[in-house]
C-alpha cells in the first residue's frame, strides 16, 4: 500500500472517529478511539485527536485529561473550549438548583 493512500486512511479514519459523536454513532467512536494508537500518530496529535473525541462523546474531562502535557496553540484552543462548556454547565446546574 502506498504512502499517499496509507495517510489518506488515517486521516478518514480519524475524521470519522471525530464526526462520529456528532450522529450519536458511540460504539464505533469508542472503536476509533481505541485504535488509535496503531495509526502511528505523535503525541500531541494524538493527545488533540483523542480530546477532540472524547469532548464528543460528551467527556469533557476526560477530554482535558488527554491533553494534559501538551502545550501548543491547538490544546491551548481545544482546552479553552472544553472549560468553557464546563463552566457553562455548572451555571446551568446552580440555575435549576435554585
Keep these: ?6 495517510r489518506e486512511i488515517k ?3 480519524v475524521e470519522a472517529a471525530i464526526a462520529a459523536p456528532n450522529y450519536g454513532l458511540s ?5 476509533l478511539l481505541n ?13 488533540l485527536i483523542t480530546a477532540m473525541i472524547r469532548f464528543g462523546l460528551k ?13 501548543n496553540e491547538e490544546a491551548h484552543v481545544l482546552r479553552r473550549s472544553i472549560v468553557e462548556c464546563l463552566e457553562e454547565i455548572d451555571r446551568k446546574k446552580r440555575a435549576w438548583m435554585g
Design 1 to 6: 500500500m502506498s504512502a499517499v493512500l496509507q
Design 11 to 13: 486521516r478518514i479514519l
Design 27 to 31: 460504539a464505533p467512536t469508542q472503536g
Design 35 to 47: 485504535a488509535l494508537p496503531a495509526l502511528g500518530l505523535d503525541r500531541e496529535t494524538r493527545a
Design 59 to 71: 467527556k469533557p474531562r476526560g477530554a482535558l485529561k488527554a491533553l494534559k502535557g501538551i502545550d
